[in-house]
């Protein structure tokens, strides 16, 4: 059984960083997509970044909104993905979701949220004004 574990949300002023941490317990495969959605409230989830991971070859997509400003790196030793994320917005605020699936994504199918087979249980971000 396949679990993703979030860490890493918090309460932080605009302009400031946060890291959130994943960990994929139970995922065994060596290629796979893994990344973050997240949702503020009265909105919908919206793709933030994934990591197309095979092996050692990753290759970092990103929405338009976080581009320049967040980083994904995925350690495929851990199982775990990281999400560095600075220059922080209120706009940025919401539950941000792991999300990992076992198809390898393109730069089309990667943030349409239903194509996620496993979902972490969100960690919470919020920015301040």
């Known amino acids: 059984e396949v679990q993703l574990v979030e860490s890493g949300g918090g309460l932080v002023q605009a302009g400031g960083s946060l890291r959130l941490s994943c960990a994929a317990y139970g995922f065994t495969s060596e290629s796979y997509t893994i990344g973050w959605f997240r949702q503020a409230p009265g909105k919908e989830r919206e793709g933030v970044s994934a990591c197309i991971c095979s092996g050692d070859d990753q290759r970092p997509l990103y929405s338009d909104s976080v581009k320049g400003r967040f980083t994904i790196v995925s350690d495929n030793a851990k199982k775990t993905v990281y999400l560095h994320m600075d220059s922080l917005k209120p706009e940025d605020s919401g539950v941000y979701y792991c999300?990992?699936?076992?198809?390898?994504?393109?730069?089309?199918?990667?943030?349409?949220?239903?194509?996620?087979?496993?979902w972490g249980q969100g960690t919470q971000v919020t920015v301040s004004s």
């Open positions: 999300v990992a699936d076992l198809f390898l994504k393109d730069e089309t199918s990667w943030s349409v949220v239903d194509d996620y087979e496993f």
